[in-house]
């Protein structure tokens, strides 16, 4: 039975496993016998304390020079967390980061239709472009190093060719820039992920819902308090499904309105965005050619009143400037931001940048993705010293995440038993789905792609181009193994899991094997110098000799797990008894090495950072 | 599926009776639940059609509104009234002819919420949050720690928390057959040929892998251990590295009825998970209707629902019958919501906190309704211990108390075997249905 948690725990409260262990099987020059404590708290080798930020921040290990210049010198590790802060890597971890706060990668989900204006596009590319119109936004505020207010406040947007098709978006057809800064056109507010037409679908609340699903986003996902999931109780004969009856009782019921007074007014500001962006409607209206509606014999379209099919023919009129004062017809509360006035959705934008609960929720939630815990884990005292370093630097995105990184309780591996009553924070992290693929990719170049297509998949007119093209199945639901692996699907699976499951080994070790197996094949076969290799640096396919076995071992410990060992360690020995083993077996020696690295490449150490 | 008439079902029981197999009720004297089945239709069914039927005098709207002529209700046992249309759901009729009895219909769980994932949550957990484990993976983690695996997941919709190391999803497409079935890994992307995948792995493969990660796991223990969370991350590890093993050596019993890149209909997911119980490859598995139940728009879509549904059901239940599992098994079906008395504008149903469950199989207290609710389809107060409704949930002067998400999964804890006091301390078990109360 635990003892009760206490607030007031001396400091001095030691568990006698603060000094570090020693007398250990896996040794290795970077893992002293003793890890610095504070008595509290036992805290990483300066290496090891880079690996684990180079796995948070970009889901690659550190290069060996990066290892050499921490090892040689500790201070060097504030130098190389802003050089990660500058990369490629990181904009996919800030992606990823968003991605998960927003629940926005769902393959699972409908497609919009590849037909019409789209037609010759795969359901892929529609996926990756509509998901990546609100992270490229994201991805622009953070790497060129703007207010990450802006992400409510901008007055700008991201658009492909595909996503200037699908809603008539500004776009330069002639630049060879994919991707390019671009503004919504049918009239609505200009607010950052507010306005993103993706995130309205992801978050559609329209009809009966009246947009609360929209307000309840923004109060959860911005503001950290959320309302639904707050007890709802419903009685007394109150006729949820009558809309007018609702909102009655949401202004008068005291045990509505004591969410309703707050849910309502914030949801009135995105009866604008009435339009019901989803496949069968937009289908239906490519079918019946995009024509105008003809309202004269008083038949209504079939989806219901300004729901007419030209509105949902690409490029999809998503807005309807008229439809922003619905609220009125349900008299229901007049929008505001939490008792503030504000005109529009622009200035809800403007309030939730001033409003210090969203500094303090973004606080929470970048330190939660990155320590792995939920946001309303994080300890106060640590959100408030991160929300403060936020905020003093002007909102920069990458401030946060170097404070988060560098932040005493990253660095710590352990606690006492005590104190991790009230840290939750310490303690190892499990790779994600997505850091293990980056992970993967930069060591030994491979991508697990798979031509995803049904035959006759891009049959027929009405299929259009049904298929899905190659998929990458560790960040894939609908093909691949993302939530097997402990990742969201955004649909149904919303928190990521972070025990390792039977499912997240087999497929880091199906992966892992395969992966081996194509660097090596690379490296023997294609690449035309040793230096030009990936792995396979220091030994060559009849290369037998232990000695140059186990020194190619340890260049591979130290690049795959990111630990200098001698080459007579015992972790060394390890592996080229399983490379031995493996030959002599009657496996070749790209089998032994497919063995073995595939052994390094899911090590508890990789698993875990 | 033909509906199996009660007589051929009532001549299969005596023949097995004359074949010695056990037939006798688990609680008759005999043990606690050994499998459980959590079945989901997801997104919300509407009691009023089935097991909740109220008179058309009352300000509700039942399936009379769609067809009137067909409707009928009965009473089956001890107090099971339901509405039936053997025209439109005759499978709901088949349920209760062959297997009401079996069955303890749950009326009257207030779920707090009608949003679906909070729903969700609290009708699997017990709890308002996704971090704590379902009762199936509980269970599972629990009593099947010498299977391959604890719990088995085809729905996507459990909730493994930190047990997530005795339990595995089968994928929205059977994607485990591909890590499981080399000759159904997926294949190279387009413009590149060879096969996949690039290298497989034999046995002796496996085993030295294995043995190098254990080995290396038990080092990192020792340098980073230190006791509290990380241990138990490396013990979720060697549990993990365990049962991966387990379920890699008994892969080819059961991927062959995995088909990948499909989303298996509940129908063909019943075999698989029934063929899992029965090889003793898990204890727990939850499955999921594949049709949409939430009904904003055309709230008589739920007649095909119920249709297929309790098709399915009794699929499942006639194999785990004839597989000599249902005297073992504790069957769940469940639906996280229900929904509005009345109709809306758009001729759907929206989300309604009151719901109802159905519990069935080893222990239960069959063949009756437990709880209720009112004339305006909100949940009564109940006797937790005898399932009794005793008045209404607004009279504060009625006895009883509402029986809410917590006290449901409690009694379902209780009813396994496990402590229910250890998750809900301050829970009172909802214990009416079962035998071992």
Redesign the interface.
Known sequence: MRPTAVLFIAVTLVGASSCGRAGNDVSGSDVATSDPSDGVRSYLQPTERLLRISMALRGTRPSLDELAAVRADPGALDGLVDAYLDTPEFAATVKDLHAEIFLLRRDTFEMLPALGALFGYNQQDIYRSQVEEPLRLVEHIVMNDRPYTEIVTADYAFANDVLAKMYGMPYDSQSSEEWQLSWWSDGRPAAGLLSSAEMMRRWESNGSNFNRGRANMVAGKLLCSEFDTRDITVQGGIDVADELAVSHAVMTEETCSACHQTLDPLAGYFWGFMRVVRRDVVRDAIESNCAEWDYSDGAEPPYGPNHAPEYYCYPITQYATFAENDWEDWELRAPAYFGQPAHDLTEVGEHIAADPRFSACMARRFYGYIAQLPQKAVPFDVAAELQQVFEDSGFNAKALMRAVVLHDSFAAYATTEEQSLIEPVVGLKTVRPEQYARFIYELTGYRWITRADKPGCGSGFLNGSQCWGDVELTTSDLFGFRAMQGGVDSFIITKPQFVPTPTKLLTMDMLAHDAARYAIDHDFDAAPSAESRRLLQQVDEDTTDEAAVRQQLVWLHERILGVQAPNDDADIGLSYSLFADVQQDGGSVRDAWTVTIATLLQDPRVIFF | MTPVSRRNFMLGSAALAALGQRVARAGQGGSRPEFLVVCIAEGGWDPLMSFDPKSPDL?VDGPWVDFAASEYTRTYNDNQFVQLNDEHRLSVTNFFELWGDRTAVVNGLWQ????H??CRIRLLTGT?Q??HPDFATRFGAWAGADNP?GSIDFS??SY??????T???V???S??KA??DPDA??????GESGR???????T???D??RG??E??????R?????????DQ??D??MT??E??AR??DNAQSFVGGLDL?SIPALEDQVPLATNLLHKDLCRAVTLKHELDWDT?TGNMRQHANYSSFFRAVNTLLDDLHSKGLLDRTLVCVLSEMGR???????GG??????SSQLLIGAGVKGGHTYGATDA?V?SMKMDLASGDPTGS??DSRAAGELLKYDNFAAGILQHLGLDPGEVYPTVTPFTGWSEYA
């Open positions: 300000a707090g919420s009608i949003v994932e909070p308002t996704a971090k695996i996507g919709l493994a928390g930190a047990l997530s190391a339990t595995g999803r994928g929205s497409r994607q485990l890590l499981l890994a997926y294949g190279p992307p387009a996949r995948p690039l290298y497989q792995p034999s002796a493969d496996h030295r892998v190098v990660i080995q290396r796991a038990a080092a990192l020792s340098l980073r251990g230190e006791g509290g969370a990380n991350r490396l979720d590890l993990s590295i049962r991966q379920l890699r890149a904003h509005t008395p009345r109709l809306n504008a758009a149903k929206d989300h309604w906190t009151h305006l909100e949930a607004q």
